[in-house]
């Protein structure tokens, strides 16, 4: 593909043409800014297609799905390509985080093994002792 050919939704830099599929090259920040656009407009769809479910537990589902997409946000405003960084997270937001997964999942996490195979995930060593 030359940089005539160029797909201006592949989001990468015209110096990598051809390589959509890799992740670990910088995207220009229009389309990071086109991805966020995207991103909310999905969130939007799903919360409307979750309201008609009629599952409350699956609509929170949104509500992690938009913290990710405010942290992108915070990356993207501070020139940070949040397409091939790991997200970056603020205290708050990780207690909403918390709060989502405690929405969703109730205290099946606080399970012992539930909680030591979610800490094992993380790279943590699991501690019960702030459950």
Request: with cysteine; net charge negative.
């Amino acid at each position: 593909m030359t940089t005539e050919e160029h797909d201006p939704d592949c989001g990468l830099s015209p110096e990598h043409v051809g390589d959509c599929a890799t992740a670990d090259l910088a995207y220009t920040a229009g389309s990071r800014e086109r991805a966020l656009q995207r991103m909310r407009f999905a969130i939007d769809q799903f919360y409307a297609f979750a309201q008609i479910i009629g599952n409350h537990t699956f609509l929170e589902f949104a509500g992690l799905m938009g913290a990710y997409v405010t942290s992108c946000q915070a990356m993207h405003e501070r020139g940070v390509d949040f397409m091939t960084h790991h997200l970056e997270i603020e205290d708050h937001r990780a207690g909403y985080l918390g709060e989502k997964l405690h929405c969703i999942y109730g205290d099946a996490l606080k399970k012992p093994e539930n909680w030591a195979a979610f800490c094992e995930a993380l790279g943590k060593a699991p501690t019960l002792t702030a459950l």
